[in-house]
Every structure is written in C-alpha cells, then in structure tokens.
C-alpha cells in the first residue's frame, strides 16, 4: 500500500536533504522502503529499504 508521498527539492547539500527525507519516511513503522520517481512522468529512479 502506498502510504504516502513528499516533494523533495533537492538542497544544496544534497545528501543531508535526502537523510532528512528518508529518515522521515522511515520514521513511520509500516513504510519497508520508499520509491524515488522523476517529478515530471513519474518514472521511477530506485528504492531504499528501510535500514536494519
């Protein structure tokens, strides 16, 4: 199920803007990974599972 969805602008510090991200996402205990998809089409660009 999708739980949810965030624009992420990507900041000037790119890294930090994408730990912020996922570290949300992840904060939520039923999200096992999270798909990045381009804006425009929504092609997807890949998945990050939720560390163990």
Known sequence: HIVGGRLL????????????????AFGDPHVALVHVRALEYGCFQFEVRRPR
């Open 9 to 24: 602008e990507i900041p000037e510090d790119a890294t930090a803007g994408f730990d912020t991200a996922f570290a949300e």
